[in-house]
């Protein structure tokens, strides 16, 4: 079945370490995102990419960093930098032009 | 970019019919009108989208204003699986930068 797959569900990280969260997509998606959300929030945009070794900063991309180097994969990385990793990390896929967005189920990353 | 509107929430009775609306009064005229929702713990899922024209599917109808400043997504028979949170967002032809707001907290009372 053709989708969009996040690993790990859970991830527990010690402060100062930088993790890195996985996003694959096989629906042949040009364009990928991340997003971040926070308990009673809505989705607040990382980065996004809409091409092979390219991407965009968005609106909190303070203390992350991403790479594209094959159309299915965009990992992301949380860097020590961040000051509150703490969230639940979504990435979505979506063609070029018009169409709707694919989210993965998403990580939940704790740091302690 | 454009930005929206949306009530923080909502409540519906199982079986009648729900109004969820959304303001998008600097949407450009090339943005589509994007409505997703999302179950707790879980990523947000397509719902429906439109450009100037109401719009209906499986899951629910799409009222888009004549002047495009606002849309109301229309759940016809709100069962208690319809109990999320629902986002509107503008969405630029070219899918770039795609940013959602809040949402609407949707709950159903059985």
């Known amino acids: 079945d053709g989708g969009i797959t996040q690993s790990p569900k859970y991830l527990f990280r010690k402060e100062g370490q930088n993790v890195t969260l996985s996003c694959e997509q096989n629906l042949n998606h040009d364009a990928m995102y991340w997003y971040r959300q926070d308990p009673g929030q809505g989705l607040r945009l990382i980065y996004y990419s809409q091409i092979v070794n390219d991407f965009q900063k968005g609106d909190i991309a303070e203390g992350y960093s991403v790479s594209r180097e094959k159309k299915e994969s965009f990992p992301l990385t949380v860097t020590s930098a961040q000051k509150n990793p703490t969230a639940f990390y979504l990435c979505a896929s979506t063609f070029l032009g018009n169409s709707p967005l694919h989210f993965g189920n998403g990580t939940r990353l704790t740091v302690t | 970019d454009a930005k929206t509107t949306q009530p923080n929430s909502m409540e519906s009775n199982e079986e009648e019919p729900v109004h969820l609306p959304c303001n998008h009064s600097?949407?450009?005229?090339?943005?589509?009108i994007h409505w997703y929702r999302q179950l707790p713990s879980q990523g947000p899922e397509y719902v429906i989208h439109?450009?100037?024209s109401n719009v209906n599917n499986r899951m629910a109808s799409l009222a888009i204003a004549e002047d495009r400043k606002s849309s109301t997504l229309i759940l016809h028979r709100a069962t208690l699986r319809d109990a999320a949170v629902y986002y509107c967002?503008?969405?630029?032809?070219?899918?770039?930068?795609?940013?959602f707001g809040k949402g609407i907290t949707l709950s159903v009372r059985p």
């Open positions: 439109g450009l100037t």
């Open positions: 600097t949407i450009s005229g090339t943005d589509y």
């Open positions: 967002i503008p969405a630029p032809g070219a899918n770039s930068k795609l940013t």
